[in-house]
Structure formats: structure tokens, C-alpha cells
């Protein structure tokens, strides 16, 4: 089964073009069938994986959240599988995989209005942090303090979102602080904010938190950094497979941590899956994780 490895070469400041080097003594150690393509412009590596949609073999995104997203893209209607080598600065969705022994899993795809997700979806203080992470990113400030830089940067600024909500034959209008929807359990660089998700269980957990007091946000972000906010007052909790949101004017939203606005989005968990391939020795070894730094 041929190998193919999508590298963004620009993913974790560079951390991804590294690792394509170690992937190729690997691949070459292990006499695998293998081929490296470096994308150059955003969505090339959905074009990428389109090409190989004759073969049958693993497509592998090497980069961060958004090339695994543009990856998946590409993968969807084909015999191709997906692997992931983590080599962007957040690696949320890699976080479901990370350790796991199981080589093969399906796992589910969410669509909202045109475009797909393979993690979250999200309205709010969440979606805005990553819109700024565009302006924290331009400024010299470390990878792995972005997040909270950009965290930080809008908390300053921000104003819930007047939405209307549609889920599981309920009707919400209120003011939204946090809206997400995910089918993986990790975002925004390790916020835990789906701690019992699964990838392959044909729905989609979805956290609301509606008109959460501005002195109470730093606190409510605290417990979905530790997966502790289905405790909060403030927070509902629901599985479904669709979800229709409106707002009166254009509202940014986040996808897998690209960012699009819209006024109105209609999400629904597809009928297709995509299949997995994880195979964690090799993917450890690409990243040359010393054993005892491995997780079992």
C-alpha cells in the first residue's frame, strides 16, 4: 500500500518541512512505497489528495489542524485513507489519535452550509480567538503562547452574538457567548471542549453557554480547558446530528480553526464516514519520539 505524505511546509513555523525529512529515512528503512508532496498556496492539498483518488492507498496530512481539514477534503468519495503526522503548533484533532493502537477507525464528517469539518465548528468567543490568532501570529510572540495571546486579545473586546438556534426540535434565541460543534474533543491548542466525544458515533456534541457575565468568561474558559464545563450554570450540553443557526448580520465562525462569516449556517453529521489509518509506531517514529515519551 503506497504512502503519501501532503506537507505544508509553512505548518508550526517550519516544524512540518522538518519532519517530512525524517519521514523519508523512514519510509526508506522501511521499504515503504511512498511519495512526498509539498503544497505551496492554500487548498492545495485538498487538490493533492484528489489526484490519487484512482489509487487506494494512505493519504497522510503532515501540518496542523487546517491541513488535515484540507486533506480530508480531498479523501471524501475515494477508496484513499486518511493518516495524520502532526507538524502544526495546536494538533487537536491528532490528539484523538495520539496513542492509540488501532489501526483502522472510522470516523464521522460534519458539513456546514458548503464546507466540511472533521473537528469543530464554532460560533463565539472561541471562533473570535481564532479569527485573531491572525493578528497574534504577525507579532513575536512564541507558538505555544499564541493561543493565549489571541485569548486574551479578545476577551478585551468581545460582545455575545444574538442568535437563533435550531436543535432537536427546539427553538433557542438568546444572546450566545460559546457555541460548539464537534465531533473530536479537543480545540483552540488542548481546550477540552467535548471531554466524551467520539469520532465514530454518528453525532455531534454540542456545548452552548448563553449570556455568561464578562467577569465569569476567564473562569468558564478555565473549565473547558479542563473538560470541567458541563458543570457550569451557564452551559448546555446536546448530541444531535443537525443543527441550523441564523444571525441578523454576519457572525465569523470557526471550521477545523479556519475562519469563514456567514449569516445563516446549516450543519449536519454525513451519511459517509472516511477510514483512519493510524499506525502509531510509524507515526512516532516520523516524529522521532524518544520511547520512553511514547504514550501506551
Do not use: W
Request: hydrophobic share 35%; proline share 3%; glycine share 8%.
Amino acid at each position: 500500500m503506497k504512502y503519501v505524505f501532503i506537507v505544508n511546509p509553512k505548518s508550526g513555523k517550519g516544524k512540518a518541512l522538518e519532519i517530512s525529512k525524517k519521514i523519508e529515512e523512514v519510509c526508506i528503512k522501511r521499504g515503504i512505497d511512498y511519495e512526498i508532496v509539498y503544497t505551496e498556496r492554500p487548498k492545495d492539498a485538498t487538490l493533492i489528495a484528489k489526484e490519487f483518488k484512482r489509487d487506494k492507498c494512505v493519504i497522510f496530512s503532515v501540518g496542523g489542524d487546517g491541513t488535515v481539514n484540507e486533506v480530508m477534503r480531498g479523501v471524501i468519495d475515494t477508496k484513499n485513507m486518511l493518516g495524520v503526522i502532526p507538524g502544526g503548533s495546536g494538533n487537536d484533532f491528532y490528539k484523538m489519535l495520539d496513542g492509540s493502537y488501532k489501526l483502522y477507525q472510522e470516523c464521522d464528517i460534519g458539513k456546514v452550509n458548503s464546507e466540511y469539518f472533521i473537528n469543530t465548528f464554532s460560533i463565539g468567543i472561541d471562533a473570535d480567538i481564532c479569527d485573531n490568532l491572525i493578528v497574534m501570529r504577525r507579532k513575536n510572540i512564541p507558538a505555544s503562547q499564541i493561543y493565549n495571546a489571541s485569548l486574551v486579545y479578545t476577551f478585551l473586546k468581545y460582545k455575545d452574538k444574538p442568535l437563533e438556534i435550531e436543535i432537536n426540535g427546539e427553538v433557542i434565541k438568546d444572546n450566545v457567548t460559546l457555541l460548539s460543534v464537534c465531533n473530536g474533543r479537543v480545540y483552540g491548542g488542548g481546550y477540552k471542549i467535548a471531554p466524551n466525544a467520539y469520532i465514530d458515533d454518528g453525532m455531534f456534541d454540542v456545548y452552548l453557554a448563553t449570556n455568561v457575565p464578562k467577569a465569569k468568561i476567564p473562569g468558564l474558559v478555565l473549565k473547558v480547558k479542563d473538560g470541567k464545563h458541563e458543570s457550569s450554570k451557564y452551559v448546555r450540553h446536546f448530541k444531535t446530528d443537525r443543527i441550523k443557526i441564523k444571525s441578523p448580520s454576519l457572525v465569523i465562525a470557526e471550521i477545523d480553526g479556519e475562519v469563514i462569516e456567514e449569516k445563516e449556517f446549516d450543519i449536519k453529521l454525513l451519511d459517509q464516514k472516511i477510514v483512519i489509518y493510524h499506525n502509531n509506531d510509524f507515526v512516532n517514529e516520523c516524529l522521532d519520539k524518544p520511547k520512553h515519551l511514547v504514550k501506551s
